[in-house]
């Protein structure tokens, strides 16, 4: 696609449950990142695929999160039994990869946990 | 973990009027780039400085970079009230992988 899909864009839960936010990157694109924005707070790294290297996990919060990709395209980001402060927009983001490369931005899945 | 840090963290000014940013960052690097970001979705790139530069120039937007004193700043002149929305600076830490500052929320008064 033209650009970084991602989807649900809106996601309402409840607490405990499971849920999965998907991410479709631009076609080519190497290099694949997921942040965490809560409301008016910065951007937290959460986790970032390069090429087949093994994904750079040192961002995410617990072990209740998890993300894969596949195929070196797809990425999925999965909160397990999901609590109150798991409410956030996460962002999606991908790049050439390299150093200096401007990563592009889908506009984010907003989950709250209810 | 974040490794900028934004200052101010929210600026208010009138139209016309320049709006100054500045970053600070921990560690070496090889580029820092600029981003804006509004209503809380996706962010967009604005400019990239490598770290052998001092000074670059995009439009209304002007960018330093002071690696002795590990800061940036992004000047945007002649501001906008469409020029209204939070900014951040990201860099690469020793690898490619982006980690973004606090960020600036900026609000021009027309």
């Known amino acids: 696609g033209a650009g970084v899909s991602q989807s649900p864009s ?28 809560s409301l008016g707070q910065g951007l ?3 986790i970032y695929f390069q ?3 093994a994904p750079d996990k040192s961002g995410l919060p617990s072990d209740r999160f998890s993300a894969e990709r596949t195929g070196g395209s797809v990425s999925t980001l999965t909160i397990q039994r999901t609590q109150q402060e798991d409410s ?3 962002l999606c983001a ?21 | 973990s974040q490794q900028g840090e934004e200052d ?5 000014i009138q139209e016309g009027e320049n709006a100054t940013m500045n970053c600070s960052y921990k560690t070496s690097i090889n580029n820092l780039q600029w981003y804006r970001q509004n209503s809380g979705r996706g962010l967009v790139h604005l400019i990239l400085i490598r770290s052998n530069e001092r000074e670059k120039h995009s439009g209304r937007l002007r960018v330093t970079l002071d690696t002795s004193k590990k800061s940036s700043s992004l000047l945007i002149t002649a501001s906008r009230a469409a020029d209204t929305a939070s900014y ?4 690469a830490p ?10 600036t929320r900026l609000q021009v008064f027309p």
């Open chain 1, 51 to 53: 090429g087949n290297s």
């Open chain 2, 88 to 91: 951040f600076c990201a860099t």
């Open chain 1, 10 to 37: 809106n996601k309402v839960t409840e607490k405990g449950k499971d849920v999965e936010l998907r991410c479709d990157p631009i076609s080519g694109h190497t290099a694949l990142y997921w942040y965490r924005q």
């Open chain 2, 8 to 12: 101010p963290q929210a600026l208010s």
């Open chain 1, 44 to 46: 937290e790294f959460l």
């Open chain 1, 88 to 90: 956030a927009v996460y």
């Open chain 2, 94 to 103: 020793g690898t490619d992988k982006l980690i973004f500052g606090t960020g």
């Open chain 1, 94 to 114: 991908s790049s050439l990869g390299g150093y200096g490369n401007t990563i592009y931005f889908g506009e984010g899945s907003w989950l709250t946990v209810v």
